[in-house]
């Protein structure tokens, strides 16, 4: 059974991201110990806002305002982490989110509030709490991660690991021609989090843009009838509608769920393993995932990251849909 520590910015894929991880909790395949929570999609405060949102749809209710613990009877903690990036200024992402971050559906307000406790302090107490078992799953930008890394230095030994949506290697970006978005909007901590002593698994564009959802899954998602498929497929109307330019067709792409998919089944992922820095300075690349493709011995000493470079589409597309109709 996974420990999974969610770090994300919900966010529509975060959101449905959530739907999964609730699913594996009721199946008893996950522990879901606490949701941290960061500037991207939305303003940090409101992704947490968002994330008790969905997790009280399904039953779960958040830890009490001021209570900080790990899940359980008390709930699971939702923390607020970084309303900004360590070097450059915050920016949102209203057109692919809308401006509530779950495609503007006029959700009410949750009845749990977030912990007091930030993110970042509540990786570093959750992972000291259960040494070598907690998966940081983490499906937003890399801030809360770059803090902790810099609050704890013993903390890449208390990871079991570390798995991030993120990143572009042989595929365009999709924030600046090169840059993938949650890289892009805090280059420097996810350069800390690659430059760290720690099992990181990366899941970028290349490996999520070909698991791209159709008219079937969208429709077999429609035609379940339950709330937690029919919140999927309110929120999905927006991020489809933003994806049918790019796509093409009705369609679209929920990275985040696929990143959550490989930490519990690793084995539906393809993987080459190499150094990864990000493009700190470049004038047209800052915040681009670089890898050192050459066939040479490696002149890079960084502790080698496991990118995914693809997945077996149709099992991860089965299995999303079959999650969510199970709640
Ligand atoms: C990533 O950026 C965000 O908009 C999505 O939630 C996902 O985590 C994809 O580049
Ligand atoms: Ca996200």
Redesign the pocket.
Known sequence: MSTILFD???????AITLLYLASLVRAGEAELIGVGTVH??VDARTGALNTLRVLELVGIKGAEAGEAGEAGEAGVPVAVGASRPMAQDVHY?AD??GADGLGDIGLPEPAGRPVAESAAAQIVRLARSRPGEVTLLA??PLTNLGAALLLDPELPALVREVVV??GAFDHPG??TTHA???IW?DPEAADLVFAADWPVVLVP?DA?HPTAVDDRWLDGLAAHDSDAARFATRILEFYVTAYTPTLKRRGA?I??AL?AMLAVRPELGTYVERPVRVELRGELTRGTTVWDARSLPAEDHRRPVRVAVGSDVTTFQDRLLAAVRSL
């Open positions: 994300c910015d919900t966010g529509i894929d975060d991207g999609n992402a692919w989110h499906t937003g949506m993120g999709n924030i993938e978005a949650n909007h564009l999520t792409v990275h985040d990143a």
